[in-house]
């Protein structure tokens, strides 16, 4: 049972956090563009929008493997959901790094 907690508690924070830091990067991403001084500010606004969504999946896959798989038994629903937000979260990252490439 204390096993449990020690890794519930922070991957759940760490989670939440990676949740916060992609809708706040979603929200302020022609901000963060502009400040970034990129040559192509609406290419540099879809990157930082591609990292949100790359956060986002990110915090989903560690709820549902750490938080979810320990507190709950794991079916074969939970494994899909799993395996699609890892794939959304590489997808989301390659497109992220490509357009901060196109953006410069």
């Known amino acids: 049972m204390r096993g449990n907690i020690v ?54 896959v560690l709820l549902l493997v750490l938080v979810a798989g320990r507190v709950y038994r794991r079916g074969l629903f939970d494994v899909a959901m799993t395996f699609t937000a890892s794939v959304v979260f590489a997808i989301a990252l390659v497109s992220a790094a490509a357009c901060a490439l196109a953006a410069r």
């Open 7 to 60: 890794i519930v508690c922070p991957a759940l924070i760490v989670a939440c956090g990676l949740i916060v830091l992609g809708l706040w990067t979603w929200e302020g991403a022609s901000d963060l563009a502009l400040d970034w001084g990129a040559s192509r500010p609406q290419v540099a606004a879809w990157a930082m929008r591609s990292a949100a969504v790359a956060a986002l999946a990110g915090g989903q």
